[in-house]
């Protein structure tokens, strides 16, 4: 089993800074690419950043120069840092990754529960 938890959620305000993580755990052989998406109230969800094994990103426009993705292979860890946060920036997020088990000559992709973010005076 695999499972993927986010965390560093909170209420911050505008300008201010989170570090979202997403930790994969269980039976990993390896980690392909992993995403951020975001979702916010009556809002579809949408991308917000990827980066593949390699370390190779790319950010949604609406967040480039201010958020930056990166990832600890040794921790089977991603993180999401986030700057110069913005109420249109409130949402739900959610990280997902494509995952192979040590059993399976296939990669799956696995989604998180979400941390909710709140940027608000």
């Known amino acids: 089993q695999v499972q993927l938890v986010e965390s560093g959620g909170g209420l911050v305000q505008p300008g201010g800074s989170l570090r979202l993580s997403c930790a994969a755990s269980?039976?990993?052989?390896?980690?392909?690419?992993v995403a951020w998406y975001r979702q916010a109230p009556e809002k579809q969800r949408e991308l917000v950043a990827t980066i593949t094994s390699g370390g190779s990103t790319n950010y949604a426009d609406s967040v480039k120069g201010r958020f930056t993705i990166s990832r600890d292979n040794a921790k089977n860890t991603a993180y999401l840092q986030m700057n110069s946060l913005k109420p249109m920036d409130t949402a739900v997020y959610y990280c997902?990754?494509?995952?192979?088990?040590?059993?399976?000559?296939?990669?799956?992709?696995?989604w998180g529960q979400g941390t909710q973010v709140t940027v608000s005076p």
């Open positions: 997902n990754a494509d995952i192979r088990s040590p059993a399976s000559s296939m990669y799956r992709r696995y």
């Open positions: 269980g039976s990993i052989f390896s980690i392909s690419l």
